[in-house]
């Protein structure tokens, strides 16, 4: 057994055993950036617009491979407000449209930029904080665990690209791209990628890293677990975008990461490397021959440093174990299937039934609902009930979210099974179920009002659950994955966990509720409420979705 299943024993058990260090307080005075930081790297602006706005997010939501089509594509049509060419593939495994520049700026700012200030009346405890400047804060496309945002994005250009070859680093704060190496090092990561790797043959590439101590500050051993699954809300936000536009993102997971690291100029113990993303390109035919330069004959890294601003980095044992347990044998792609075993379970068919009617369509646009998405922290009013198709809507699309497709096994097996405790719903009693996807219907495992428990097992002061229209709890038989495909695996969960969740809110927003997810609660009480110990079920996440109060006192400036 590796050191993955330990921790994830641990966290399932937080609530009740504390992890180490118990007496952590986070020094916010001495904190790092929400970025990176370059000091003299050159930057390249990325075009502010020019690419089409329009797209609808069902098409995304059938591109990811888990979703009904949107309702202009069942009679065989893109749709006039589609934003997508009929002719070409939806995303999914096929080749996709290719990228240009307006795209992939357009894909970074609706994800990871800044689009706008936020500054609402709400219960979250930084409220007080907020109207200060150094303080602000800045709603993005992407959800991320305490608004940390640890997620690097770079960009390995090659010579199909429409500027020089070399490595960049996308800044959020400004939209743009800093140089931090030029040449074409593309190949670098092909040769890291390996054989039977996702995506088009190419030399464009997005990889991924987490910069550790921007999270770990606050969240100190807890941490990998949280960044594991930002990652994954920022690469679902990414197929959700490219999907309704007809590009493909397929994100591989298994690469040689110490190779990567070793070009990114970083060390793997402060900052793993968890995805690539290769990029189709404009001017490139999909196919073997495209993109081939070879791998660099010597070594070659990056010079430029990150500056720190924290004068004290902390480390964390879990921490440091988790990234080298997880970046053990990180080369080794699992067979197709490999995850079979760890399959989330089937629906008990003998759980009374509750029939669910047709999902409301999500007939608006991917970018005005990554631009209207938040946290609703505590501002849920149980007195409008949510409808059941925007129930059902919602459920249908956190079920697709759980696919993240690329070589990550979780478009063949379905590794996220969901559960909802229903508090006000039109049409539904108040009770526990589980979801059945295939049926569009709900089981019940447990009748009567959960308000209490999802309160009492709730670990802050900043929602009211009973208020929220239902909870939604996405489950993992976490310890079959790891022993499947072994402790790299745990990354593979955490992000299809954290692609629900970016899903959920995506959807949540074009729909008009409000919604809220939280890490903070008591995972034991959540596996005896629900029985799921005898499937070996981990509940990772609450998600509460529902309406909130009307008139609120809000703030927002957009800057994009």
């Not at 594509?73 to 934003?83: K, Q």
């Not at 941490?223 to 993102?249: E, I, K, P, Y």
């Not at 996440?541 to 008139?551: C, T």
Request: charge should be neutral.
């Amino acid at each position: 057994m590796g050191y993955a299943q330990e921790y994830a024993t641990a966290i399932m058990h937080r609530g009740r055993v504390p992890m180490d260090p118990v007496d952590f307080v986070p020094d916010w005075a001495d904190g790092p950036r929400k970025a990176k930081f370059y000091p003299g790297a050159d930057s390249l602006p990325l075009p502010a617009s020019g690419y089409p706005a329009a797209a609808c997010l069902d098409r995304g939501l059938a591109a990811l491979g888990g979703a009904p089509p949107a309702p202009a594509e069942r009679d065989g049509a893109a749709g006039p407000d589609s934003g997508a060419d009929p002719d070409s593939e939806a995303g999914g495994a096929g080749a996709g449209r290719p990228f240009d520049l307006a795209a992939l700026s357009g894909m970074l700012r609706d994800s990871y930029g800044l689009t706008g200030r936020r500054l609402g009346v709400q219960a979250n405890t930084d409220l007080g904080a907020l109207p200060y400047y150094p303080l602000a804060n800045w709603s993005r496309g992407s959800a991320s665990g305490g608004g940390l945002y640890p997620v690097s994005v770079y960009w390995v250009s090659g010579r199909s690209g429409p500027v020089p070859p070399g490595v960049h680093y996308y800044s959020t704060r400004h939209h743009a791209m800093q140089r931090l190496l030029t040449g074409d090092v593309s190949g670098e990561v092909r040769a890291a990628l390996g054989g039977g790797a996702p995506g088009p043959a190419t030399d464009q590439y997005l990889v991924l890293g987490v910069k550790y101590w921007q999270n770990a500050f606050k969240y100190n051993s807890f941490s990998f677990h949280a960044v594991s699954m930002d990652l994954g809300a920022a690469v679902q936000t990414w197929r959700l975008w490219a999907g309704a536009r007809g590009l493909a993102v397929e994100p591989a997971f298994w690469f040689d990461e110490e190779r990567l690291a070793r070009l990114l100029g970083v060390r793997t113990e402060e900052e793993g490397v968890f995805a690539v993303v290769p990029l189709r390109w404009e001017g490139t035919a999909p196919g073997p021959a495209a993109g081939r330069a070879p791998a660099p004959a010597a070594p070659v890294s990056v010079r430029h440093r990150d500056a720190e601003r924290s004068r004290t980095v902390l480390t964390f044992d879990a921490l440091l174990r988790m990234q080298a347990a997880t970046a053990e044998r990180a080369a080794d792609r699992p067979a197709p299937g490999a995850l079979a075993p760890a399959a989330a379970p089937a629906p008990d068919p003998d759980r009374p039934v509750r029939p669910l009617p047709a999902p409301r369509p999500l007939t608006g646009d991917v970018r005005a609902a990554l631009r209207a998405r938040r946290s609703s922290f505590g501002r849920f009013d149980a007195q409008r009930p949510v409808a059941a198709d925007q129930f059902a809507a919602c459920l249908a699309a956190a079920s697709a979210g759980s696919v993240l497709g690329g070589d990550t096994g979780t478009g063949e097996t379905p590794l996220t099974k969901l559960y909802a405790f229903v508090n006000h719903v039109d049409g539904l009693e108040p009770g526990a179920y589980e979801y059945d996807p295939a049926g569009r219907a709900l089981r019940l495992v447990k009748p009567g009002r959960p308000g209490e428990f999802l309160q009492k097992n709730y670990f802050l002061a900043n929602y009211n659950l009973e208020q929220s229209g239902a909870v939604l709890v996405p489950a993992v038989r976490t310890a079959a994955v790891l022993d499947a495909v072994g402790d790299r695996g745990y990354r593979v969960v955490n992000a299809a966990v954290g692609a629900v969740a970016q899903t959920l809110y995506t959807a949540c927003a074009a729909l008009g509720l409000g919604c809220g997810v939280a890490l903070g609660f008591d995972n034991i009480s959540y596996i005896e409420e629900l029985g799921l110990a005898e499937t070996g079920e981990s509940p990772l996440l609450i998600m509460m979705i529902g309406h909130e109060r009307p008139a609120p006192a809000d703030f927002r400036y957009e800057i994009a």
